[in-house]
């Protein structure tokens, strides 16, 4: 898989880097949108689809599946307290969700 990386300013004020095919996101690359969103992830004719991150303005981030610019399939949202959220996605609503895991809880003592 051969593409060229460009970058494409949107007039909304959101920005790609990235892998391109015709002009549009294709393969890999980084989104930005106005309001601090952030993808990170694969994408298919200028839509997301395969695996990505999306980090939230508010700290919370969804790593998992896309297709057709939304959640679908198995991801995990991950909470800015540490704790995680496996959940099953179906045009971007939760069909399923497992209990919240907290992160493993560490102290560092110095003698």
């Known amino acids: 898989m051969n593409h060229n990386v460009d970058a494409i300013e949107y007039p909304d004020g959101s920005k790609y880097y990235g892998e391109v095919k015709e ?4 393969g890999k ?6 309001d601090g969103t952030i993808y990170d992830g694969e994408w298919q004719m ?3 689809k395969g695996t990505g991150i ?3 303005p ?6 998992g599946t896309w297709k057709n610019d939304k959640k679908n ?6 909470y800015t307290d540490g704790t995680n959220e496996d959940l099953e996605f179906s045009d971007d609503e939760p069909v399923n969700k497992s209990t919240k895991k907290k992160k493993p ?4 003592i110095d003698f």
């Open 29 to 34: 690359g980084v989104s930005t949108f106005p």
């Open 46 to 48: 200028g839509k997301r």
């Open 73 to 78: 399939g198995r991801g995990t949202m991950i």
């Open 23 to 26: 002009g549009r996101p294709h």
């Open 105 to 108: 809880f560490e102290i560092d």
């Open 54 to 56: 999306m980090t939230y």
């Open 58 to 63: 508010n700290g919370i981030k969804y790593e």
